[in-house]
């Protein structure tokens, strides 16, 4: 199992890892064999290396502790160069695991619990997640799907603890779609991740047999005047991925929709700000949305946009 799997932590800013270290600590049935554990802190703290010679100390006999220090960037960032970077360093491994900083697992044996499950899933499940599983429009709206079984095959954001097929990353970069995209900046990268994956003709799944809590502290420490960014992924990613002949009316009402939350929440400002950055971007925008129909196998995304179309 060793050469096969690489744990992915990832960190940002002046972050507590004591939930990483109980964790790992449930991680494993036993702990005969030594893991790869890459945690990359982005952002890092003035203590951020004391932090992590306690992490190593605390897990030293089963996990081999790899730091990534990086400067500050945007989350997609962070993670793009991460998995590109783990790619590289271990040619020959099959799965990697992500695990946010913010992430609680309270079953044990979690880790060997989703490679079992990986091992007997279908080559085109290239993804499963804690996180659950929703019907996604082509709007992009989701509806979490309502379900008593344990694994769910849906739409899954590819945020809080997941386990990928390290093939389909390996795909992706060679397309030249990469990982996760820089340009959506923060609060939608996960679900464009996901998103890629769907139109590229494999699927996401949901699994809800373990204990599981996604704190989203890291989202909620953002500041008032960087939060402008859910508004702009939303908008950026129906831009670019929704078919051409569905770009006008889908495109309205993922506006309007995304209007009608900004009023909700009384943040009008931030909505005008991301509109403004989106005119401003709307050819680079354009060159993305032109390069990704060349690559698509399953642009129509008939399989994943299963729910009613025109809701608001």
């Avoid at 790899?66 to 590289?88: A, C, E, N």
């Avoid at 690559?295 to 179309?309: D, E, G, L």
Wanted: aromatic share 12%; with cysteine.
């Amino acid at each position: 199992m060793k050469g096969d799997i690489i744990i992915y932590v990832n960190v940002f800013g002046d972050a507590d890892l004591k939930y990483v270290t109980e964790n790992l600590k449930k991680a494993l049935c036993n702990g005969k064999e030594q893991m790869y554990v890459i945690v990359s802190w982005s952002n890092p703290s003035s203590n951020a290396l004391k932090k992590l010679s306690e992490l190593k100390g605390e897990l030293n006999d089963y996990f081999k502790i790899i730091p990534l220090l990086l400067p500050k960037m945007g989350s997609p960032k962070q993670r793009d160069i991460t998995l590109r970077y783990i790619l590289f360093k271990f040619p020959n491994i099959k799965y990697v695991i992500f695990m946010e900083e913010d992430v609680i697992v309270k079953s044990p044996c979690w880790l060997s619990s989703l490679i079992n499950i990986m091992e007997i899933l279908n080559k085109d499940i290239a993804l499963l997640s804690l996180e659950p599983a929703s019907i996604h429009c082509i709007n992009l709206i989701g509806k979490i799907i309502q379900s008593d079984k344990e694994l769910i095959i849906g739409f899954t954001p590819a945020c809080g603890l997941y386990i990928v097929r390290a093939e389909i990353l390996r795909e992706m970069i060679s397309k030249g779609l990469g990982t996760y995209s820089s340009f959506m900046y923060f609060f939608w990268e996960d679900k464009e991740f996901s998103l890629k994956i769907w139109l590229m003709g494999y699927k996401t799944a949901s699994y809800k047999g373990l204990s599981y809590v996604h704190l989203g502290s890291t989202s909620k420490s953002r500041p008032i005047y960087r939060r402008y960014t859910r508004y702009l992924g939303p908008i950026i990613s129906t831009l670019i991925d929704v078919p051409l002949r569905l770009a006008v009316p889908i495109v309205l009402m993922r506006f309007l929709y995304t209007f009608l939350s900004a009023v909700k929440n009384d943040e009008l400002l931030l909505f005008c700000r991301a509109s403004i950055f989106i005119l401003k971007e709307l050819k680079h925008i354009w060159v993305h949305r032109l390069y990704r129909k060349t690559i698509y196998r399953n642009y129509s995304a008939v399989k994943v946009y299963v729910a009613p179309c025109f809701q608001v």
